[in-house]
T-cell receptor, first 114, second 117 residues
Framework: NAGVMQNPRHLVRRRGQEARLRCSPMKGHSHVYWYRQLPEEGLKFMVYLQKENIIDESGMPKERFSAEFPKEGPSILRIQQVVRGDSAAYFC????????????FGEGSRLTVL | AQSVTQLDSQVPVFEEAPVELRCNYSSSVSVYLFWYVQYPNQGLQLLLKYLSGSTLVKGINGFEAEFNKSQTSFHLRKPSVHISDTAEYFCAVGPGAGGTSYGKLTFGQGTILTVHP
C-alpha cells in the first residue's frame, strides 16, 4: 500500500495522558498537513510541515499540541495532557509539490479521551 | 479569511435520480476550489478541483461542478446517482494563485448524501 499511512487508527487515552499520532506520507511526498475533524464538523487545518521544518502552524492550539516531521521517519502529532475536547479524528495528508496539487489523505487516527 | 458553507447537511435521493450538492464560499483573495468525498471510516478522496480555465469541471465517478464567480458558488452535480455514491461530501477552498501553503484548505461542514434503492 503506497498511500498515506496513519497509526494508530484508534487510540484511547485518559485525561492527562499523552497521545502520539504518526503519519507516513506517500512515497516521494515531502509536504505533510495535519487536520482535525471534530464530531459533526468539517476538517480544520492544524499544521503544515516539510522535512525538518514547520511551515505554517496557524491552526495549532497554542498549548499542549506539537508536530514534527524529522529527516528520517514519520511525522508525529503530539498532544500532551489530553482533555475530553481533544477527542476527534486526526487526518494527515501529503502532497509532492508546493503548488495547488492534490492532497492525499490517510484514513485518520481516532482519539477518544475518557 | 476564507469560509465555506454547504447549504444542506443531508441530501436523500433515490437511485438513478440527479443530485446537486450546494457550496458557497467567501474569500477576500483568489481561491482554488475542491470537492472531496469521505466514505465511512476512511480518509478523504479528491473528486474534482477548479484551479483556472473552464468553469465546468469534471471529476471522477461521473461528478461535475461549476464555478460561479459572481455567486461565489461551486455546486456539485451528478445526473444519475448509484447506491455506491452514499458518502459524505466536503467542499473546500484553498489559497489561489500567488498564495502559499496550498494544502491549507478551509472545509465546509459536509453534506451526507444517502442514495436509496
Amino acid at each position: 500500500n503506497a498511500g498515506v499511512m496513519q497509526n494508530p487508527r484508534h487510540l484511547v487515552r485518559r485525561r492527562g495522558q499523552e497521545a502520539r499520532l504518526r503519519c507516513s506520507p506517500m512515497k516521494g511526498h515531502s509536504h505533510v498537513y495535519w487536520y482535525r475533524q471534530l464530531p459533526e464538523e468539517g476538517l480544520k487545518f492544524m499544521v503544515y510541515l516539510q522535512k525538518e521544518n514547520i511551515i505554517d502552524e496557524s491552526g495549532m492550539p497554542k498549548e499542549r499540541f506539537s508536530a514534527e516531521f524529522p529527516k528520517e521517519g514519520p511525522s508525529i502529532l503530539r498532544i500532551q495532557q489530553v482533555v475530553r475536547g481533544d477527542s476527534a479524528a486526526y487526518f494527515c495528508a501529503s502532497s509532492f509539490q508546493t503548488g495547488p496539487g492534490e492532497l492525499f489523505f490517510g484514513e485518520g487516527s481516532r482519539l477518544t479521551v475518557l | 479569511a476564507q469560509s465555506v458553507t454547504q447549504l444542506d447537511s443531508q441530501v436523500p435521493v433515490f437511485e438513478e435520480a440527479p443530485v446537486e450538492l450546494r457550496c458557497n464560499y467567501s474569500s477576500s483573495v483568489s481561491v482554488y476550489l475542491f470537492w472531496y468525498v469521505q466514505y465511512p471510516n476512511q480518509g478523504l478522496q479528491l473528486l474534482l478541483k477548479y484551479l483556472s480555465g473552464s468553469t465546468l469541471v469534471k471529476g471522477i465517478n461521473g461528478f461535475e461542478a461549476e464555478f460561479n464567480k459572481s455567486q461565489t458558488s461551486f455546486h456539485l452535480r451528478k445526473p444519475s446517482v448509484h447506491i455506491s455514491d452514499t458518502a459524505e461530501y466536503f467542499c473546500a477552498v484553498g489559497p489561489g494563485a500567488g498564495g502559499t501553503s496550498y494544502g491549507k484548505l478551509t472545509f465546509g461542514q459536509g453534506t451526507i448524501l444517502t442514495v436509496h434503492p
